[in-house]
């Protein structure tokens, strides 16, 4: 019986609709509009999964969007996922790419620029023949629900196959085809196993029900390896199964199981048999393979334990000798270099040789994994001890390249002590100790690859030059700027040698370039011709790297080319980034470079975050929802930051977990940059909380450590507006001058509009600069969010100063509501509110201790209504004022103290004092009393 006849009476008992409509979904449903629906955990997604994996042509494009429960209320984070994954598509098309919109907000500009680029997107999609899928529609936000279902509805007969798995909540579309799957009964799932084991075995039936709980596809999975039904057992003995098939049949197994992609299967049957008139698929399908070979095209084991079982079910001569047939008649040279290993019974040079080619090219072709399997299988038949140690290099760089790190560290675990020259057995230290990075104190790196440069120069000049370039980006991650500039001056000693190039010379001389520029950067020497070299280098160190150097240099070149996009990032120019960046990413992509690739994506989502693209800024950093834990970088614990920045900003839960496990991760190996970067995070938090103490001490402990370690540069983190905001809440005058102070000197010698932009702020706030000035240079930044944080904060500032407010209030909170950043709206209400005062910190600091016994007396006890409105300025502070109209609007005591940045202890105190002052009793009265002064 067929798996499809499984599934279509399994169809049937699942309560769908129609058995039609599941043919529907197997055959015929191009051009369709689908919506599965089921409740959770009910196996919608694994339905859909199956559908892309087993039943659709795998030549046309898939287009896939997921909805997420934290992007739930992130405007227009659906439609920013189809566009991303639409251009990544089309780089190569005649066609131009899908933009992403251009706002992150509702606003009607930005959902009419949304559907039109969703329209062409998805007509793009229809024209190729492709899917799209869209998965958890139910976590899609409003607006790319509206979008989306408006582009499929406006294009009707010619929109693209779609397939929508959702809950049974409010329909995504309410046009198309409907599957509604639910959980089996016991009696139907009973009804299931009898006709799939052709048993009535109730023990068996009992045991699927406990194994699945009626889950439809676990049951497909539980059946599917409990299959024999030949002796009614549920367990699969495949070794033994197999042994009862007759010799030919399992030589003709045997051929099948150890089979590549282009192996010519009737080729090598009729050179391993001699015989042609029975071919290979009449030889493998009968009687006696009815329950382990599939009986449909193409022909394949029913089970991967059969397929195991059957590559060793003959004996060692026969497996050699099908392996030799299988090399022989192959159509690729990597499919016949790998059983022509298969095919040797002791170590053979030329043979690892052949893998090794086979390697490389899978790894030009962007398929580190399979390379890395080439290269371990050339080391093991590598009877040079060079040679196998070289291959060994090249398993351990490949795995690492694909973020693999527990199997780069398998790789060289024992090798680090082969007997081979100095130079290999330190390039395989070298590789072990990055593969563990994870396990040691980055410190304790920079050492031992320092040590190892200098035990190798004189050997291997490159070599030591690599050792040094890692231990610079080690030194850049943990945070000690100074000590990477005196890596970045050692670089290039010893590359002057007789064993070097001229182009691998001054290929390296760029690459110390870099690192000096880089490090410049950090400091924040914008004068130095260094930093000219770094962030103008672009792509032309790639080049360098590719075409007149050896292949052992491209990984550092890859690595380089990291901290060029991101100093471009850092000085703020964005444009060169974002190339620089995308072509890297493409560039790592394209070599399966996945922890390359992590870090960029990382990169990109802060320069979306910084120009306020939160929507695409979020959907780069998804990819860290799920990550192994084997398969941790430094890029994807970037990404947690990262994105809980985004989320402090809009009070979504969750913060505090991404933050935690980003500091799991990189406090405990001193990697001070990510550590720095999340507890930024976490300040953000705070603030938007209203726990400003908290953020204080957060940001002061950031700023002295980044100063300490020589990271001048405001650039790179973009913490000073934190910085500032918290000091002038909480008064510290004296330290808020000296912030001022260092960015204006550094404003003075670079022109960076954030630092001129952050020090006129501060300057405004102390009431020695223009507020006129602070919100010119804010509007400058190109920075949506933080410019809006300026501008409020002058608005704030103007308040508590008693001085008309010169930002517009409303436009203010648009802006702040088209990035969801919800505390920050409800501060612009409160700075629009007649008589409230939105700030902490809301006396000047100028004038903070000027208040005299005589402002806080109060009058004596009244009744409410009597009058009461005409004193409440004098009778209160201006703090128990701010705390008075908030509750006065209806906020309980919890929200007051978040809204106004407060303790609720705090809340509950200036309560106290405002009824004994106002000679008022309840909630009540005190509303009435506002309400009076308001009109």
């Known amino acids: 019986m067929s798996q499809g006849a499984d599934r279509e009476r399994l169809a049937a008992a699942l309560g769908i609709d129609q058995i039609g409509a599941a043919r529907m979904l197997t055959e015929h449903l191009a051009g369709r509009v689908v919506t599965v629906r089921g409740p959770a955990g009910i196996g919608k997604s694994e339905l859909v999964r199956w559908f892309v994996d087993r039943a659709w042509p795998f030549e046309h494009r898939v287009l896939r969007v997921n909805g997420t429960l934290l992007d739930q209320h992130v405007p227009l984070g659906g439609v920013t996922q189809l566009l991303d994954a639409a251009a990544l598509q089309e780089t190569t098309a005649d066609s131009p790419a899908p933009a992403a919109p251009t706002k992150s907000g509702p606003s009607d500009n930005a959902e009419l620029a949304a559907a039109a680029d969703v329209l062409a997107a998805l007509d793009r ?57 639910r959980g089996l009964s016991k009696t139907e799932s009973d009804e299931v ?31 599917s390896q409990r299959h024999d039904r030949s002796r009614g057992r549920h367990d699969i003995d495949a070794g033994g199964r197999v042994d009862t098939c007759t010799p030919q049949t399992r030589l003709a ?12 299967l009737d080729a090598a049957w009729t050179l391993l048999t001699g015989d042609e008139t029975v071919g290979f698929a009449e030889a493998v399908r009968s009687d006696e393979t009815v329950d382990v070979i599939e009986p449909d095209a193409p022909v394949r084991f029913r089970h991967a334990e059969y397929q195991v079982a059957a590559a060793a079910a003959v004996s060692t001569a026969e497996q050699h000798e099908v392996s030799r047939c299988l090399a022989v008649t192959a159509t690729q040279p990597d499919s016949a270099a790998w059983h022509m290993a298969d095919a040797t019974s002791t170590t ?32 093991a038949l590598a009877r040079d001890e060079r040679l196998r140690a070289d291959e060994l290099i090249a398993a351990a760089e490949s795995w690492w390249y694909a973020c693999f790190p527990g199997e780069a560290a398998r790789v060289t675990a024992d090798a680090a002590d082969a007997p081979v020259d100095t130079v290999r057995r330190i390039r395989l230290r070298q590789l072990h100790r990055a593969a563990t990075g994870w396990q040691h104190d980055v410190v304790d790196t920079i050492r031992i690859y320092l040590d190892d440069a200098m035990v190798v120069e004189g050997a291997d000049a490159e070599v030591a030059s690599g ?39 001054a290929t390296w001389e760029g690459a110390a370039a870099v690192c000096r520029g880089f490090a410049a950067t950090l400091r924040g020497r914008a004068g130095d011709d260094d930093l000219d070299d770094s962030v103008r280098c672009d792509l032309d160190l790639m080049d360098l790297f590719g075409g007149a150097a050896p292949d052992k240099l491209e990984t550092s070149a890859l690595n380089l080319l990291q901290l060029v ?7 703020d120019d964005r444009a060169t980034a974002r190339r620089t960046l995308t072509s890297l990413r493409t560039e790592a992509h394209a070599r399966g470079a996945v922890a390359i690739t992590d870090f960029t994506d990382a990169c990109l989502a802060e320069l979306d975050r910084r120009e306020g693209r939160w929507a695409s800024a979020l959907s780069r950093t998804m990819s860290d929802l799920d990550i192994d834990v084997a398969r941790t970088s430094a890029g994807k614990v970037w990404q947690r930051a990262i994105r809980a920045r985004m989320l402090a900003a809009q009070q979504v839960d969750g913060v505090d977990a991404l933050v935690d496990s980003a500091l799991a991760e990189a406090e405990p190996v001193g990697m001070e940059f990510i550590t720095s970067a999340a507890q930024i995070a976490r300040a953000n938090n705070d603030l938007a909380s209203g726990n400003v103490r908290r953020a204080a001490e957060l940001v002061d402990d950031i700023s002295m450590k980044m100063q300490q370690g020589g990271a001048l540069e405001p650039g790179a983190m973009w913490i000073d507006l934190d910085h500032v905001e918290t000091l002038w809440r909480l008064g510290r005058g004296d330290d808020l001058r000296t912030v001022v102070d260092r960015l204006a000197e550094h404003a003075s010698r670079t022109a960076r509009p954030w630092s001129k932009a952050i020090a006129a702020l501060g300057a405004a706030l102390l009431g020695t600069g223009s507020s006129a000035d602070a919100v010119a240079l804010a509007r400058a930044l190109d920075a949506p969010f933080e410019s809006a944080r300026i501008e409020l904060l002058v608005g704030e500032h103007e308040r508590v100063t008693q001085r008309p407010i010169s930002v517009d209030t409303d436009e203010l909170r648009e802006r702040f509501a088209r990035l969801g950043a919800a505390p920050y709206v409800k501060r612009c209400d409160l700075l629009a509110s ?8 809301s006396i000047p600091l100028s004038t903070r201790n000027a208040e005299t016994d005589e402002s806080r007396t109060a009058p004596g006890r009244r009744g409410a209504g009597s009058g009461i409105g005409e004193s409440v300025l004098t009778a209160l502070t201006p703090a128990e004022l701010r705390v008075a109209v908030t509750v006065a609007d209806g906020n309980t005591n919890a929200e007051a103290a978040a809204l106004l940045f407060l303790s609720i202890r705090t809340v509950e105190a200036h309560l106290r004092a405002i009824f004994r002052k106002l000679g008022i009793r309840n909630r009540v009265e005190l509303a009435t009393a506002i309400g009076e002064h308001r009109r």
């Open 125 to 181: 999609l229809a024209a190729d023949t492709g899917l799209l899928v869209i998965d958890d529609a139910h976590w899609l936000d409003e607006t790319s629900r509206r979008v989306i279902e408006f582009a499929l509805r406006r294009l009707a007969d010619r929109s693209p196959t779609t397939l929508i798995a959702q809950r049974p909540s409010t329909p995504m579309v309410t046009f198309g085809e409907r599957l509604d799957v």
């Open 565 to 571: 996009g991101y100093a471009q990032l850092v000085v």
């Open 834 to 841: 007649p008589i409230a005062s939105p700030v902490d910190g």
């Open 467 to 505: 050792l040094r370039v890692a231990a610079f980006i080690e030194a850049c991650l943990a945070g000690q700027v100074e000590l990477a500039v005196d890596i970045a001056g050692e670089l290039t000693t010893g590359i002057a040698s007789p064993t070097v190039s001229a182009a691998a010379s």
């Open 348 to 379: 053979d040079d030329d043979v690892a040789r052949l893998l090794d080619a086979a390697g490389r090219r899978a790894a030009d072709r962007g398929a580190p994994i399979e390379a890395a399997r080439c290269f371990e299988k050339a080391a």
């Open 253 to 264: 197994m045997c051929l099948l199981a150890r089979q590549r992609s282009g192996d010519d």
């Open 193 to 223: 196993v009898a006709t799939r084991l052709g048993s009535d075995d109730a023990s068996v039936a009992d045991a699927a029900w406990n194994a699945t709980a009626g889950h439809p596809l676990a049951l497909l999975d539980w059946l």
